[in-house]
């Protein structure tokens, strides 16, 4: 379902609570979050719904932020912690934005990172989708990437019901491609990282090796 939260103008943490539990408690099995913000004055109401999501046996995969910045240093919202605590959900995955290509370039330059708060990485720059009045453009953003993963995580559930939401997590997380690569980190060519520390599982995801987890979980 398409559920319109964010206006054109400011973010309100209200509307996003009521979004994600309107999506729960309608049926969904994924949630994706396209969006984000610095400054989140009830960001407790958000942090309740994405635990309200967790414990329905949710998903909820969450675009990392476009600013080339250290999460661990700065929050971003939504998120499912405070000051890099505990968390309150096992189904929030964070996700940071690849470049189409490998190498020391692939992480997008304006992705944000994080060895804490950001799970994992995706396509999501130079990304051709859909745009409004049916036409296609080429897009770049991690709210491009998190419905790629959003999209792994669906089909996941489709084919393997009966895994739990933080099953599906933790397959995403676990069955990506490990990278060694040393990156250009938030665009500045003098900032160059191993992969590993930008990221909790270090790694990119892949679909094909997450089925192939899903079904030797399901057994």
Known sequence: MSLRAVPNG???????????RYAVDNGAKVINGSFGKYYSPHSDWVRDAIA???????????????EGIDLDAKACYPNDQVDNGPEVSNTFITVGALEPKYGSGMIAGFSNYGKINVDVFAPGAKIYSTTPENEYDTKGGTSMAAPAVAG?????????????????????????????????????SENVKPIGDLTKSGKIVNAYNALIMAQQMSK
């Open 52 to 66: 309200y999501a967790g414990k329905n046996d949710v998903v909820f995969v969450n675009a990392a932020g476009n």
């Open 10 to 20: 400011d973010e309100y943490d209200k509307d996003i609570a009521l979004a994600i």
């Open 152 to 188: 792994v995580a669906a089909l996941v559930r489709s084919y393997y019901p009966k895994l739990s939401a933080a099953q599906v997590k933790q397959i995403i997380l676990d069955s990506g491609l490990a990278l060694s690569t040393k990156v250009v980190v938030g665009g500045d």
